[in-house]
T-cell receptor, first 114, second 111 residues
Framework: DAGVIQSPRHEVTEMGQEVTLRCKPI?????LFWYRQTMMRGLELLIY????????DSGMPEDRFSAKMPNASFSTLKIQPSEPRDSAVYFC????????????FGDGTRLSIL | EDQVTQSPEALRLQEGESSSLNCSYT??????LFWYRQDPGKGPEFLFT???AGEEKEKERLKATLTKKESFLHITAPKPEDSATYLC????????????FGQGTTLQVKP
């Protein structure tokens, strides 16, 4: 079975540029999560969706960050404009709305803002 | 405030030397506790879910246990391939949404 697929795996861009991260969840999963991982703060939940609808975006750091889920098989996380402090590894995860189902993670996008 | 603390931050073991990793938590209403393994350059890989005090789960050389305040991940006779970062997370709220992760324990097993 295909797992959660993220692209790109690495992104290097200059400060001020727009960055778009992409995620394809596991087929049949109706919850999708975006996380950010840094050495200082560890793994933090940014936002999550249920049936393509944002449920909780309280972890989104500021208005420069936005996330969409136009359909059940695709989500994007956008940063505009990007800043050096946004440099981190961004993970997408998905799970099914059934009791006791764990979240399954993709391999992440390593983002470097110069 | 909901909090998850893992100790130690790093652990070095010789192959075959058993040990335990700790995850202590302070949350308002634990819905579940999850253990993940993370290899460099990879996403966290699910290991176990525990839901009630006294529950235990096992997989190969790993055994996870849960009390009302903490969870332990016991590693029996570890091998070099067990080297990884082990993450503990707690679920808060009724939806399968909010996981709060600890900072992780980085385990190195030397041959």
């Amino acid at each position: 079975d295909a797992g959660v697929i993220q692209s790109p795996r690495h992104e290097v861009t200059e400060m001020g540029q727009e960055v778009t991260l992409r995620c394809k969840p596991i087929s049949g999963h109706d919850y999708l999560f975006w996380y950010r991982q840094t050495m200082m703060r560890g793994l933090e939940l940014l936002i999550y969706f249920n049936n393509n609808v944002p449920i909780d975006d309280s972890g989104m750091p500021e208005d420069r960050f936005s996330a969409k889920m136009p359909n059940a098989s695709f989500s994007t996380l956008k940063i505009q404009p990007s800043e050096p402090r946004d440099s981190a590894v961004y993970f997408c995860a998905s799970t099914a709305d059934r009791r006791r189902q764990p979240q399954h993670f993709g391999d992440g996008t390593r983002l470097s803002i110069l | 405030e909901d909090q998850v603390t893992q100790s130690p931050e790093a652990l070095r073991l010789q192959e075959g030397e058993s040990s335990s990793l700790n995850c202590s938590y302070t949350v308002s209403g634990l819905r579940g506790l999850f253990w993940y393994r993370q290899d460099p350059g990879k996403g966290p890989e699910f290991l176990f879910t525990l839901y009630s005090a006294g529950e235990e789960k096992e997989k190969e050389r790993l055994k996870a246990t849960l009390t009302k305040k903490e969870s332990f991940l016991h590693i029996t006779a570890p091998k070099p391939e067990d080297s990884a970062t082990y993450l503990c997370a707690v679920q808060v709220g009724s939806l399968p949404g909010k996981l709060i992760f600890g900072q992780g324990t980085t385990l190195q097993v030397k041959p």
